[in-house]
């Protein structure tokens, strides 16, 4: 059993509305016929029916069974236009820029989700991470006693790799320069992510071009910083760092370096220090590695909405939507 299996077996146990508000495009459908048949959840399509579905005959495709919501015709846009100038008030929203807004298709969607219609909303095929993430703060907003929003990639890896069947990544695609306290969070954030959703134990790796103090910078400084607040924050977990990452994954290698930080496992959860490494570090680890990358998936909301690669195909449209609806299960 693969440790994605995990997440596969959470989605199932309890059928969850994921919706899905890109409908138009090839991979989305093709997706969302596939979490259908294989009862990972139940996708909501947004749009214009008869256009989907002449869409979706056009590839060989079937929506029978599958929901498709017209946000322009819907009976609860009303009730979500209500809801919405009640939530953004405070910002100078009003029925009329409310009705604007929710002419995007993801800020329906995630009213969808904010008043209980969906459990889960997937997007970012076509749209970009920034436009996602802000509509998911907007009407979602952040899980009680959260201070932070970030994101995680999961990356099921091959036999040669030196960690085992998969590894949780962070943060590679949302907080661009964290400082200490924020790095912290992120470790924290990615290590309850690895383990809800796939039920492995977090060994945590605080990434740095140094290790055990073998250079001195500021940029080595906040990982040292974050390193320490990490291990308060989490005192059950091992949370190693500062280390390179070489260290971290390969245990000879640690024991050579930083002896009293060493152990038998390699780290499972690698933290980067900045978006830079972190964006560069998970295409290298995919494109060149092989592995195969499952994000990025965002922590620390209210209710799972969750950001696709423009580049993503529709098996990892799959893939995020089976995280979205195991998802479900850690945020309530």
């Not at 990615?190 to 060994?203: D, K, M």
């Not at 799959?318 to 195991?326: E, L, P, Y």
Request: aromatic letters at 4%.
């Amino acid at each position: 059993m693969s440790a994605f299996d995990h997440v596969l077996d959470a989605a199932r146990s309890t059928t969850r509305r994921v919706v899905l508000p890109e409908s138009n495009d090839e991979r989305i459908l093709s997706a969302a016929v596939e979490v259908r048949l294989r009862r990972i959840a139940d996708p909501v399509l947004l749009g214009d029916e008869t256009n989907l579905k002449a869409a979706a005959e056009r590839l060989d495709l079937s929506l029978d069974g599958i929901d498709i919501v017209d946000p322009t015709r819907s009976d609860r846009r009303a009730f979500y236009l209500d809801a919405l100038v009640e939530k953004r008030k405070h910002r100078g929203m009003n029925p009329e820029k409310a009705d604007a807004a929710l002419h995007d298709p993801v800020t329906f969607a995630c009213m969808m989700v904010s008043q209980g219609d969906a459990d889960a909303c997937v997007a970012g095929a076509i749209t970009a991470t920034a436009d996602v993430v802000r509509n998911a703060m907007r009407y979602i907003g952040s899980r009680a006693g959260e201070k932070l929003v970030s994101s995680c990639f999961i990356m099921l890896l091959r036999p040669e790799h030196p960690i085992q069947d998969v590894m949780v990544i962070g943060d590679c695609g949302l907080m661009i320069d964290p400082d200490a306290e924020q790095l912290a969070q992120i470790a924290v954030s990615t290590g309850e992510s690895a383990s809800q959703l796939l039920g492995i134990t977090p060994e945590v790796a605080m990434l740095s071009f140094s290790t055990n103090g073998s250079a001195r910078h500021a940029s080595v400084s906040k990982v040292v910083q974050a390193t320490q607040l990490a291990r308060e924050l989490r005192k059950d977990w091992r949370i190693v760092g500062e280390v390179q990452l070489d260290a971290a994954v390969i245990p000879e290698i640690l024991t050579k370096k930083a002896p009293e930080q060493a152990d038998d496992n390699p780290c499972n959860v690698l933290i980067f220090p900045n978006l830079d490494a972190g964006n560069i570090g998970y295409k290298l680890i995919q494109r060149f590695g092989g592995a195969q990358a499952i994000g990025p998936i965002l922590q620390g909301l209210a209710k799972p909405v969750n950001d696709l690669s423009r580049g993503c195909s529709a098996e990892d449209v799959v893939n995020i939507i089976a995280v979205s609806a195991a998802q479900v299960r850690s945020v309530h």
